[in-house]
């Protein structure tokens, strides 16, 4: 029985054991005779000495000191003998039964948790007082040297655990399963009264001291305004006639910058829509058309809103006789040409018309709650609303409080309840129902993401189904029954439905990093990076083998950004401590990885105009990518430079700096756009520039501000052509036409996005 159950334990898990158990005396063994296994054998008592018998017990070899020890024990006593020989029977039953039913298991003890638990020190003086208390002719007869040799051992390991210090990566196993806080510091951050978003966490890491010591000596009095900073503490390196004829070169570049987005911004228009006065009349049939269909076969497949052959009948009949259209269905109009031309250039005339139509809809949807806008139509208004907000960078940064109306509006009308809970209505109306739930949840998310604040919503909360597998144009008013396609064939549900899949890992993502006091264990982070991988992998597979089905380029890389971004802000915690413990390394070649991917996508011009255009979502996942890269590649020409190695290991270093230089193409093309910001361009220029300083060996710090000066240089000359160009009045909410430079007080000539790169200059 005992050679078969071993026989079906594995190799690893079966303990080393004796070949034949030794139930022999010592004696009989010490003289080489065969024992008759009693107590006391013959032998023994013919020969009128004590008979000792020593039982050997199945035991790790992790216990061979502890057993050892046993051994002399129940030596000591032919009374605890017997017990013990009986104990030992008993023992080795149980674990044939164990090992063959699986009735127990063994325990696996990590070396650090041993090292932890059991000290050196009392290991070994368990061992000596042991030894001390059995008799000494037992001990001399019967002690190893082995033994000896082990407390030796010992003696030099506690030796060395006194005397030695730790490595610096050094943490104990346990450490590694143990829930961290996400955020060291445990201060809630407020930024322009709102809460800090995720930038500003993956923002702060040392590799960037020295460029925030560069822009907070620019700074000089007005940043003293603010009060004292965080940085006051830390050495300023910035000295020298020609660096500080620098810093306030920059320092009156950055104030002259400031003023003049702040003259463009006050072209915007008003939230009123009377003061305001927008032009509501759409574009011209062929461009609207041209735009109509940009929009359904981009977007559309990823936010489902419309019914596109039910939309294509509205758009007929709203040009064949505008006055009888209702107000919804006229912003919804004019809102999928204006989400449709962003895929295109068509002239700043046209951008300032979308800029308006997405204000007025914003002021329709903010009215008085009426019956014409708490239905499917208004919540479709909304939607494409909070879309063009994000592709336009229209108050993209605060989505996520306007997902809050969405999200009650939807539940309002029933949308969180599966249509068949529901009176009866149509086919189309049910999918449709479901298509717009999937499309508010899929909002939700992104929104919650960027903002660094909880989900609005969980998976409790709904029992929505899943849209069905199907075409647009194979379902209708008329239709009674509906047969879906399969999963595996493509239409044009089969992203909405691809992105519905990944939600709950996603929301339980959200959920662990957005709580009051978030904390998370490598094992959680392990655990839903895989599920989140999984997911990419398996609709990677199915573009590829749908490549000429409809699935574009397009679709691809915007489904990719959706989902894979979410693991940037799930590893930075461990990311940051990659280099001081190499155990998390992963975690940080996982966040280059997704930075990279989002600096290098697929090729695609709509893709590129959305990320070079597009605020919320589109220009948080380019912040991302920016810190990332910018820390990687500052931590890795510092490191090679103290390992003397800059000129042999340069090929990963000359792709993350071609990955800079390409981010600072974009940021440049964003202001090309309309962007104000001056900020990204800057840092990327300050971040090659330092990389660049450390691997000719000059001076780092003259390097670092002029590279901030010419970009300041560019990115002035930039603002200036925009605001020539465009010498917009505003109008006050009274209607009274104001100068474009009115209302900029003094200190507010240093109010950038400071969360991102700059979280310590108390501005917080």
Not at 171 to 177: D, H, R, W
Not at 320 to 349: R, W, Y
Not at 598 to 606: K, L, Q, T
């Amino acid at each position: 029985m005992s050679a078969s159950s071993s026989s079906n334990t594995p190799p690893m898990e079966r303990p080393r054991r004796r070949r034949r158990p030794a139930f022999s005396c010592l004696e009989c063994r010490r003289r080489k005779i065969k024992c008759d296994r009693k107590d006391p054998c013959s032998h023994c008592v013919s020969v009128a000495i004590q008979c000792v018998h020593k039982v050997f017990r199945d035991v790790p070899e992790t216990s061979s000191a502890q057993s050892s020890t046993q051994g002399r024990t129940a030596a000591s006593s032919p009374v605890s003998t017997a017990s013990s020989r009986a104990q030992s029977g008993q023992s080795r039953t149980n674990g044939i039964v164990n090992e063959k039913g699986g009735a127990a298991s063994r325990p696996l003890v990590a070396r650090a948790d041993i090292s932890q638990s059991t000290p050196a020190p009392t290991l070994a003086g368990q061992i000596e007082a042991t030894t001390a208390q059995i008799p000494s002719a037992t001990r001399d007869e019967d002690e190893q040297p082995s033994v000896r040799a082990l407390l030796r051992r010992i003696q030099h390991l506690e030796n060395s655990l006194a005397t030695g210090p730790l490595p610096v990566h050094s943490e104990p196993g346990g450490g590694l399963t143990d829930r961290q806080p996400v955020h060291h510091d445990t201060r809630v951050s407020l930024y322009k009264t709102r809460i800090s978003k995720w930038s500003y966490w993956v923002g702060m890491v040392d590799e960037f001291d020295l460029i925030k010591t560069c822009y907070s000596a620019a700074g000089g009095g007005l940043l003293a305004s603010y009060g004292d900073t965080d940085d006051d503490d830390k050495p300023n390196s910035f000295h020298g006639p020609e660096i500080e004829s620098l810093l306030e070169e920059i320092g009156e570049l950055l104030g002259k910058c400031k003023v003049f987005a702040k003259s463009l911004k006050t072209g915007r228009p008003s939230k009123s829509l009377g003061g305001a006065g927008f032009d509501l009349r759409p574009p011209s049939r062929e461009l609207a058309d041209a735009m109509v269909d940009l929009y359904c076969t981009s977007f559309e497949s990823l936010y489902r809103i419309i019914h596109v052959p039910s939309f294509r009948a509205e758009y007929q009949r709203y040009w064949d006789n505008p006055e009888s259209a209702t107000a919804s269905q006229c912003l919804k109009i004019l809102l999928v040409i204006s989400i449709g031309s962003s895929l295109h250039d068509h002239g700043k005339d046209l951008r300032q018309k979308v800029h308006q139509w997405v204000h007025a809809s914003q002021a329709w949807l903010s009215g008085p709650l009426e019956k014409n806008r708490l239905d499917v139509g208004g919540l479709q208004v909304y939607c494409l609303v909070i879309l063009a907000r994000q592709i336009f960078s229209i108050g993209g940064d605060l989505v996520w409080v306007s997902m809050g109306s969405v999200i009650r509006t939807a539940m309002q009308i029933g949308l969180h309840h599966d249509p068949k809970h529901l009176p009866a209505m149509s086919v189309l109306q049910a999918e449709l129902r479901r298509r717009l739930w999937a499309t508010v949840l899929e909002m939700a998310i992104q929104s919650s993401l960027d903002s660094a604040m909880p989900p609005i919503i969980s998976l409790d909360h709904f029992d929505t189904e899943a849209p069905s597998n199907y075409n647009d144009d194979e379902i209708d008013e008329s239709t009674v029954e509906l047969v879906p396609h399969p999963r595996s064939t493509y239409t044009a549900s089969s992203i909405q439905l691809i992105l519905l899949d990944s939600i709950p890992t996603r929301l339980r993502i959200l959920q662990l990093l957005g709580g009051l006091k978030p904390e998370l264990s490598y094992q959680d982070v392990l655990s839903l990076s895989s599920e989140v991988t999984e997911s990419y992998c398996a609709y990677r597979k199915f573009g590829q083998e749908n490549i000429n089905s409809g699935m574009t380029p397009f679709h691809r890389n915007l489904l990719d950004y959706f989902v894979r971004r979410f693991l940037i802000p799930l590893h930075c915690l461990f990311a940051s401590k990659a280099q001081a413990n190499p155990l998390f390394y992963y975690s940080l070649k996982v966040n280059l990885d997704v930075a990279m991917a989002i600096v290098s996508p697929e090729p695609d011009d709509g893709f590129s105009r959305i990320m070079g255009t597009g605020g919320g979502l589109f220009r948080e996942g380019f912040w991302y990518a920016t810190s990332i890269i910018g820390r990687e590649i500052l931590s890795q020409v510092s490191a090679q430079h103290r390992e003397g190695t800059l000129h042999r290991n340069s090929q990963h270093r000359e792709l993350l700096k071609q990955a800079v230089r390409d981010m600072i193409s974009l940021a440049e093309a964003r202001m090309h756009q309309g962007d104000t910001n001056v900020k990204i361009h800057m840092f990327l220029s300050m971040i090659l520039a330092q990389t660049e300083a450390t691997e000719e060996g000059v001076s780092i710090e003259l390097r670092v501000a002029q590279g901030a000066r010419d970009s300041l240089r560019l990115c002035h000359d930039l603002l200036q052509t925009q605001a020539g160009a465009e010498p917009v009045p505003y109008y006050d909410d009274a209607g009274v036409t104001s100068s474009t430079l009115d209302g900029v007080p003094g200190n507010s000539l240093w109010d950038f996005d400071l969360e991102f790169f700059l979280p310590d200059l108390g501005l917080s």
